[in-house]
C-alpha cells in the first residue's frame, strides 16, 4: 500500500515539479502525414508504422492508469500517433477512474462516428487538430483530402458535450498564418465550448527539414500573435500546466502554447508520456532516458514510475 507521503514523493521530480497529468501514445499508427509531426517523441517509427506486436495492450494500458490513479494523477491525455485509430480505444477510456478527467487529442478525420460513443464512455473532453479551413493548404500540411471529415467532426464534438474543444492550429509562415482571423471567427461563433489554441512549430532535429525555409521565423510570428492577443484581451488567464496564458479576445478565447527556448514552460511541465510501445518518457524533446513498463505490474511499475521521474530535468533551462 503507498501512503500519501509516499506517493507524492514518487511523483516530485529533483526540479520540485509535481506529476499531475499523464500523455499516453495509444497507438503510434496514423492515417494523415502531417509535414512537422514531432511523433510524441518515438522518433523515425512513429506516425508510419502500425506495429501490434509491439503496442502496449489495454490491460497493460488500463494497469498503468491503475497505478497512477493510485499515486495521485488528476488528469489523463490521449494521443498518438491517432488515438482514434485503436479498435479498443473505448475499452481504455471506460477503465479510466471517473474521478480524473480524460482528453484526448485527434486529428479528427474519424471524430464524426464516434463523439458520442467517446462521451458515453466517459471522455471528458477532445482537442482537435486543424491547422486550416482551406482545402488545398489541408493537402499541403496532411498529405490527404480530409479537411471535411475534420470539420464534421468538430461540429460533432460539440454536440456530444466533449466540451471545451480545444481547435489545435500549429501556424505556420506562409502556409496559414493569413487565417488566424478566420480561426478566431469561427471559435468565436461558438462561444466558450471552442478553444482556439494557437501553437508554436517544434522546428528541431531536421524534422522539418523538407519544408519551405519560409517556416523559419515561425516562433517570432507566435511571439507576435500572443503580444497582438494580450493588447486585445478583456480577461488573461495562466495555466497551472507550463504556465500557458489563455486570452479572451473580443469574444474568442485562446490558448497560446509557446515550448521553444521557454524556461518558464519546461518549469512548470507537471506532465509524463508514455509511449505506444510502453515506454515512460520524461521529456519530448529528449531521448536516452526512457524507462520500460513492459511486463511490469504493481510495485514493479511504481518502481519504474519513481525511476522516470527521477530521470526528468526542464530542456530548456534558465541559467
Ligand atoms: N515541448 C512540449 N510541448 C508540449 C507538451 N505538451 C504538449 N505540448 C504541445 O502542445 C500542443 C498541444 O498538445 P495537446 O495534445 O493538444 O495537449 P495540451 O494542449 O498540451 O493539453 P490540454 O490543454 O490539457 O488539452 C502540441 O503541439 C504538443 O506537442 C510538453 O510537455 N512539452
Ligand atoms: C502528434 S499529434 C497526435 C494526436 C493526433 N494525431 C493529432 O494530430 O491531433 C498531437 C499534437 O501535436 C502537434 N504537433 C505535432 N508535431 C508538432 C510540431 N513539430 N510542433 C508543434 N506541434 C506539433 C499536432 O498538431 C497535434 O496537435
Ligand atoms: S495527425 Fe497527428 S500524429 Fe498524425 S501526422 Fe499529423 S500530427 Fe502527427
Ligand atoms: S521539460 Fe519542457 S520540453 Fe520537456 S516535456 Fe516538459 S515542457 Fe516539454
Not at 498503468?64 to 480505444?89: M, Q, S, Y
Not at 483530402?145 to 492550429?169: F, H, Q, S, W
Request: aromatic share 4%; proline share 3%.
Amino acid at each position: 500500500m503507498t501512503t500519501e507521503k509516499n506517493a507524492s514523493d514518487i511523483l516530485t521530480d529533483t526540479y520540485n515539479r509535481k506529476i499531475s497529468n499523464i500523455r499516453i501514445a495509444v497507438t503510434s499508427a496514423c492515417d494523415l502525414r502531417c509535414i512537422y509531426c514531432h511523433r510524441e517523441g518515438e522518433g523515425d517509427n512513429g506516425c508510419t508504422r502500425d506495429d501490434h506486436a509491439s503496442q502496449m495492450t489495454k490491460e497493460e494500458i488500463s494497469e498503468l492508469i491503475g497505478v497512477f490513479a493510485e499515486l495521485g494523477v488528476k488528469t489523463i491525455k490521449l494521443t498518438g500517433g491517432e488515438p482514434l485509430l485503436r479498435p479498443d480505444l473505448l475499452d481504455i477510456i471506460r477503465s479510466i477512474p471517473p474521478h480524473i478527467e480524460s482528453s484526448l487529442t485527434t486529428n479528427g478525420t474519424h471524430l464524426a462516428k464516434l463523439a458520442k460513443e467517446l462521451k458515453d464512455a466517459g471522455l471528458s473532453r477532445v482537442n482537435v487538430s486543424l491547422d486550416t479551413m482551406n482545402r488545398d493548404t489541408y493537402i499541403k500540411i496532411t498529405g490527404k483530402d480530409r479537411l471535411k471529415d475534420v470539420l464534421d467532426g468538430i461540429d460533432a464534438a460539440l454536440a456530444a458535450g466533449l466540451t471545451p474543444v480545444k481547435l489545435n492550429m500549429v501556424v505556420l509562415k506562409g502556409m496559414n498564418d493569413n487565417e488566424i482571423d478566420d480561426f478566431l471567427a469561427f471559435v468565436r461563433a461558438r462561444g466558450e465550448n471552442l478553444i482556439l489554441q494557437i501553437i508554436e512549430l517544434m522546428d528541431i532535429n531536421g524534422w522539418t527539414d523538407d519544408m519551405d525555409p519560409a517556416v523559419h521565423g515561425n516562433a517570432q510570428l507566435v511571439a507576435d500573435l500572443e503580444k497582438e492577443f494580450a493588447k486585445h484581451s478583456s480577461r488573461v488567464t495562466t495555466r497551472h500546466m507550463h504556465h500557458r496564458r489563455k486570452y479572451l479576445v473580443d469574444g474568442a478565447l485562446v490558448e497560446v502554447v509557446r515550448p521553444m527556448h521557454n524556461p518558464e514552460f519546461c518549469a512548470n511541465c507537471n506532465r509524463l508520456r508514455v509511449t505506444s510501445d510502453g515506454l515512460l518518457k520524461p521529456c519530448l524533446l529528449k531521448t536516452g532516458n526512457e524507462v520500460s513498463v513492459k511486463g511490469l505490474h504493481g510495485d514493479e511499475l511504481k518502481s519504474a514510475i519513481a525511476a522516470a521521474v527521477k530521470n526528468r530535468s526542464p530542456y530548456f533551462f534558465a541559467e
